[in-house]
């Protein structure tokens, strides 16, 4: 299947201060990247959905001012948390949609990116 | 509203032998329904892949079927593994482009 990286695996930081998370598709371009928030024992909670060139669309309930999404090209999309608190501590997971799984729409998911906030 | 369920919420059985998990969807206007992997700490990791015009699609030791009439898709697991032990979720795509997740199935397989 197609692969997609997510950087970094794991973050510390202190409150206050903002996080960016990575997500690359390495080997098709993704039209269509989606954000997860997943807590311990807890399915995916989507977050966000983002497409190449345009701005993201949040869930209701996320705070666009505070996850902000940027998907400037078709292989990566970020995702910053800015003003971290301890609250935001979560695993965040990324998944990309086109490219090789063409018009399947097949959804490749990254490794997740585990943040925790001091 | 549509929802998708899993069912058992926890399964474990020894090594060897087959096993089913169920996922039920409330909306039967599905685009197509994939079966995930996720191991603990890891992200999701691609089974199955199931269009909205499919029966059912096989890979290796695993079976998913699809029944949108009766909102219902299966993944038969042959011959367990110990290596099979992780939380197996289903997704649903929509034809507005929704998608929702299942809760999930944590699956123990003993050796």
């Known amino acids: 299947g197609a692969v997609v990286s997510q950087h970094p695996s794991w973050v510390i930081c202190k409150s206050g201060t903002s996080v960016k998370i990575e997500c690359r598709s390495l080997d098709f371009q993704a039209t269509t990247m989606f954000w997860y928030r997943q807590f311990p024992k807890q399915s995916l909670m989507l977050m966000a959905t983002s497409n190449e060139g345009s701005k993201a669309t949040y869930e209701q309930g996320v705070e666009k001012d505070k996850f902000l999404i940027n998907h400037a090209s078709l292989t990566l999309s970020t995702l910053t948390v800015t003003s971290a608190h301890p609250e935001d501590s979560s695993f965040y997971i990324c998944?990309?949609?086109?490219?090789?799984?063409?018009?399947?729409?097949?959804?490749?998911f990254g490794e997740g990116s585990r943040l925790t906030v001091l | 509203k549509q929802e998708v369920t899993q069912i058992p919420a926890a399964l474990s059985v020894p090594e060897g032998e087959n096993l089913v998990l169920n996922c039920s969807f409330t909306d039967s206007a599905i685009y197509n329904l994939q079966w995930f992997r996720q191991d603990p700490g890891k992200g999701l990791t691609s089974l199955l892949l199931i269009q909205s015009s499919q029966r059912e699609q096989t890979s290796g030791r695993l079976n998913a079927s699809l029944d949108k009439s009766s909102g219902r898709s299966t993944l038969y697991i042959a011959a367990s593994q110990p290596g099979d032990s992780a939380t197996y979720l289903c997704?649903?795509?929509?034809?507005?482009?929704?998608?929702?997740f299942g809760a999930g199935t944590r699956l123990t397989v003993k050796p």
């Open positions: 998944s990309a949609r086109g490219g090789t799984g063409g018009n399947t729409g097949e959804l490749f």
């Open positions: 997704a649903v795509r929509y034809n507005n482009n929704d998608m929702r």
